[in-house]
T-cell receptor, first 115, second 113 residues
Framework: DVKVTQSSRYLVKRTGEKVFLECVQDMDHENMFWYRQDPGLGLRLIYF???????EKGDIPEGYSVSREKKERFSLILESASTNQTSMYLC??????????????FGSGTRLTVV | AQSVTQPDIHITVSEGASLELRCNYS??????LFWYVQSPGQGLQLLLK??????LVQGIKGFEAEFKRSQSSFNLRKPSVHWSDAAEYFCAVGAQAGTALIFGKGTTLSVSS
């Protein structure tokens, strides 16, 4: 069965810390995505990557960066965590353009609390 | 601008009753349309998708959705709801060219006995 694995289900970090959220997929998908999910706001796109070493800003990239050194791994980095980054973070992957009709496969999410 | 609207934030349905969740989209090109379901504390699972052909699509767990281009809608339906269907449901739209999906804000479904 295909999988997108997020390394942590729950994470508590202190304000100002540098935080790494890891996502690994085993489906050889080119496209990978990071969303955050907040009550009443739905899913908002932070960053996405079409392929290795490629990245594009989403709707809310401020305060975040990403790394994609290998095809299977897409990391989200909070450069200096703040309390307003407390949220559920969802990673997803997908086959590339032309095959987008297959939709995303999501990980189980990481619930990050910044104190 | 491209957008997805789910007009209902929260819906309560009696077990065994029928269900319809609404989704309206604004998209310039021919859209790919999706419905996802999220159980508490979990990631999102694909229920069904539409990108061409028959406008009535069948998905998993007994769900179906109908694409109506004239109304820019893609409503999700189920003839008889089970208690295990209680979850949050998201409609999403995308394009063939590999851009990121745009999600609605979700509809929370509660099932009463």
């Amino acid at each position: 069965d295909v999988k997108v694995t997020q390394s942590s289900r729950y994470l508590v970090k202190r304000t100002g810390e540098k935080v790494f959220l890891e996502c690994v997929q085993d489906m050889d998908h080119e496209n990978m995505f990071w969303y955050r999910q907040d009550p009443g706001l739905g899913l908002r796109l932070i960053y996405f990557s079409y392929d290795v070493k490629m990245k594009e800003k989403g709707d809310i990239p401020e305060g975040y960066s990403v790394s994609r050194e290998k095809k299977e791994r897409f990391s989200l980095i909070l450069e200096s965590a703040s309390t307003n980054q407390t949220s559920m973070y969802l990673c997803a992957s997908r086959l590339p353009s032309g095959q987008g009709g297959r939709g995303y496969t999501f990980g189980s999410g990481t619930r990050l609390t910044v104190v | 601008a491209q957008s997805v609207t789910q007009p209902d934030i929260h819906i309560t349905v009696s077990e065994g009753a029928s269900l319809e969740l609404r989704c309206n989209y604004s998209y310039g090109a021919t859209p790919y349309l999706f419905w996802y379901v999220q159980s508490p504390g979990q990631g999102l699972q694909l229920l069904l998708k539409y990108f061409s052909g028959d406008t009535l699509v069948q998905g998993i767990k007994g769900f179906e959705a109908e694409f109506k281009r004239s109304q820019s809608s893609f409503n999700l339906r189920k003839p008889s709801v089970h208690w295990s269907d209680a979850a949050e449901y998201f409609c999403a739209v995308g394009a063939q060219a590999g851009t990121a999906l745009i999600f609605g804000k979700g509809t929370t479904l509660s099932v009463s006995s």
